[in-house]
T-cell receptor, first 115, second 114 residues
Framework: DTGVSQNPRHKITKRGQNVTFRCDPI?????LYWYRQTLGQGPEFLTY????????KSRLLSDRFSAERPKGSFSTLEIQRTEQGDSAMYLC?????????????FGSGTRLTVV | AQSVTQLGSHVSVSEGALVLLRCNYS??????LFWYVQYPNQGLQLLLK??????LVKGINGFEAEFKKSETSFHLTKPSAHMSDAAEYFC????????????FGTGTRLKVLA
């Protein structure tokens, strides 16, 4: 399977715990995006990497959130001290540099439930 | 700034009927426009995209959309609905350079009635 892979698919955690999600993009895609989708809403942009460089972060990404993409390959999204409002689907996507011609490829997402 | 409005959070059509899902955008610069489909508990799949070439865009599964600059619209249509089309559909806009981050609409859930 050469698609975008996200793990885990589901995560249930207690409020206040830290969680980390992983995204493995399509290998030749150098752009990687994280989005968050809450129930009944469209996905909202969180952050963007070009290779290993994090080039843009949304103001939605509070200081409890951190994302990395070491060596420009897989990426991790960590949420510290989770809150109930963090419950959402976290989507990763990747693309070629000329994204406008291709469009993103999305992963299946990680659904986070904070109890 | 860019934004997307999808009129109708829920649309129901009979199997075999025309599907019309509405999307209006706002953008201070020429945009790229996309339609994605999402099945339950899955990620988003690209249906079609407008990237400033032909204004009538054909996508997968028999869907098409027409870019109308004068109306700032990019409505999605399919001549004949199938049961398998039942899903949530998202319209998105992005700039044509830079990060290419998407601004999504709130989605339209399509229900197909037998």
């Amino acid at each position: 399977d050469t698609g975008v892979s996200q793990n885990p698919r589901h995560k249930i955690t207690k409020r206040g715990q830290n969680v980390t999600f992983r995204c493995d993009p399509i290998s030749e895609h150098n752009r990687l995006y994280w989005y968050r989708q809450t129930l009944g809403q469209g996905p909202e942009f969180l952050t963007y990497f070009q290779n290993e460089a994090q080039l843009e972060k949304s103001r939605l990404l509070s200081d409890r959130f951190s994302a990395e993409r070491p060596k420009g390959s897989f990426s991790t999204l960590e949420i510290q001290r989770t809150e109930q409002g963090d419950s959402a689907m976290y989507l990763c996507a990747s693309s070629f540099p000329e994204q406008g011609v291709i469009g993103y490829t999305f992963g299946s997402g990680t659904r986070l439930t904070v109890v | 700034a860019q934004s997307v409005t999808q009129l109708g959070s829920h649309v129901s059509v009979s199997e075999g009927a025309l599907v019309l899902l509405r999307c209006n955008y706002s953008s201070s610069v020429p945009p790229y426009l996309f339609w994605y489909v999402q099945y339950p508990n899955q990620g988003l799949q690209l249906l079609l995209k407008y990237t400033s070439a032909a204004t009538l865009v054909k996508g997968i599964n028999g869907f098409e959309a027409e870019f109308k600059k004068s109306e700032t619209s990019f409505h999605l249509t399919k001549p004949s609905a199938h049961m398998s089309d039942a899903a949530e559909y998202f319209c998105a806009v992005s700039r044509t350079s830079g990060t290419y981050k998407y601004i999504f609409g709130t989605g339209t859930r399509l229900k197909v009635l037998a």
